[in-house]
């Protein structure tokens, strides 16, 4: 049985999940907002930075997202952003589907992830990772554009966002643009944490 498309991100108060410029991504809004996410063990865990950090339920839920996930398509701004930024062995330890113009080989870095680059479309990307993913489920890992391009085509059965208590201002909104009239969500769960709220929501059709 084939798995969930799922996406699931961190978002400010106002409704932005980013700063408008790449060149912003490390700076102190954005920092702000994945507050919740650096302490944890888990975080510490996958991208190598040795032992320690915090568990409990934000530890928990960072740890399940990443088992659930069999592979990843994410659009081409996101890829030039973590390119320099993610380390020697990228955090996803699976197949990652680029959606970009640009062609090029499959990019195969140390620790099982390797970044395989499609340049017929969105739905093109997500049947190849479906097949890549089997029976576990896609994570649409972002940015919000192309996160928007896959609710808007019908193509995303579930999210999650940790409600962070910050606010940007501008930047890049998640459902700017969004498709209101043909989407429909169901509330499936809400669980506050100390740092943040994480809701999850499935998504339908209207």
């Not at 808007?152 to 208590?165: K, M, Q, R, T, Y």
Request: hydrophobic letters at 40%.
């Amino acid at each position: 049985m084939a798995g969930k498309v799922f996406f699931s991100v961190s978002m400010s108060l106002d409704g932005f999940i980013a700063p408008e410029s790449t060149k912003d991504l490390m700076g102190q809004q954005w920092m702000e907002l994945q507050q919740w996410v650096f302490p944890q063990r888990f975080f510490r865990e996958n991208l190598g930075l040795g032992g320690g950090g915090e568990e409990g339920r934000d530890n928990d839920i960072l740890r399940e997202t990443y088992q659930r996930t069999g592979a990843s398509v994410m659009g081409k701004r996101m890829f030039d952003a973590g390119e320099h930024a993610w380390p020697e062995e990228a955090p996803f330890h699976t197949p990652v589907y680029v959606v970009t113009h640009e062609k090029r080989d499959p990019w195969e870095r140390p620790g099982g992830t390797t970044f395989h680059f499609v340049n017929d479309g969105i739905e093109s990307a997500l049947d190849q990772a479906r097949d890549a993913a089997g029976d576990r489920d896609v994570r649409i890992a972002g940015g919000g554009a192309t996160i928007l391009e896959y609710v808007n085509a019908g193509l995303v059965d579930e999210f999650s966002i940790a409600l962070s208590p910050v606010l940007f201002g501008s930047g890049i909104r998640l459902f700017e643009g969004v498709d209101a009239a043909g989407v429909a969500l169901e509330p499936v769960r809400a669980e506050p944490s100390a740092r943040v709220t994480h809701l999850t929501y499935a998504v339908g059709k209207r």
